[in-house]
């Protein structure tokens, strides 16, 4: 439950300016799709791609850590991870892909492979209408098995030129952009709830003020009692 009465108190400690940013920023995030990067090794690349996902509206990323650890650079991703949830699957002894595969088909999700090697939908003609997690795999082996053998689809991108592939972290932005663009144009309901805005509001209201602790502490035990 979002407390209200706190996010009122809290604007006032934060600028005008920046709450308005906050809303106008909300009102262009979207859970409609989400992506999930599979064992990307190279802290730029994963960076890069995190950037990507929050330039163009993507609230949720889904890290899968099989064989690397996942980790953004701050100086690559420019603080954009910190506006975006995250949800990890490290677990040792498991197959982290299956079971981030499993958790965002039961949130309704179809799971779309990224591959420029199948026999794939190309950017331009992909249906839009379904929630869907698009998959990113690691620099030179592409997507595990497991990822292209329980994909729903798959999506490439045009290419005309003698190179078979993109690096990871253009072929986000540019898919990103493509999905992000095709999503205003539509009538897909692709915005957050109400709800949805209120929670992140209030993450990113406190996010923004140094002393929030302090703030918090005193509200509760002096103002909300």
Not at 21 to 41: C, G, N, P, Q
């Amino acid at each position: 439950m979002v407390d209200y009465k706190f996010i009122k108190y809290l604007e006032q400690f934060v600028t005008e300016k920046r709450r308005n940013l906050f809303s106008k920023v909300l009102d262009e995030r979207t859970r409609h799709f989400t992506v999930a990067i599979e064992d990307i090794y190279q802290p730029h690349n994963a960076s890069a791609v995190v950037r990507s996902c929050e330039i163009f509206g993507i609230q949720d990323v889904h890290v899968i850590q099989n064989k690397y650890k996942f980790y953004a650079s701050n100086q690559v991703a420019k603080g954009a991870q910190k506006w975006l949830d995250f949800k990890l699957f490290k677990e040792k002894n498991t197959n982290n892909t299956l079971t981030c595969i499993n958790d965002l088909r039961r949130k309704g999700y179809k799971i779309i492979a990224t591959t420029p090697h199948n026999d794939s939908c190309i950017l331009q003609d992909f249906d839009i209408t379904q929630k869907s997690a698009f998959f990113f795999g690691v620099e030179k082996e592409g997507l595990s098995k497991d990822v292209m053998d329980n994909a729903d689809g798959y999506l490439k991108i045009p290419m005309v030129g003698f190179t078979e592939s993109l690096n990871i972290s253009v072929a986000a932005a540019i898919i990103l952009q493509s999905m992000n663009d095709k999503l205003k144009k539509s009538d897909v309901n692709w915005q957050l709830t109400e709800l949805e805005k209120s929670e992140l509001y209030l993450e990113w209201l406190q996010k923004s003020i140094k002393s929030i602790k302090k703030i918090k502490e005193y509200y509760y035990s002096k103002i909300a009692t």
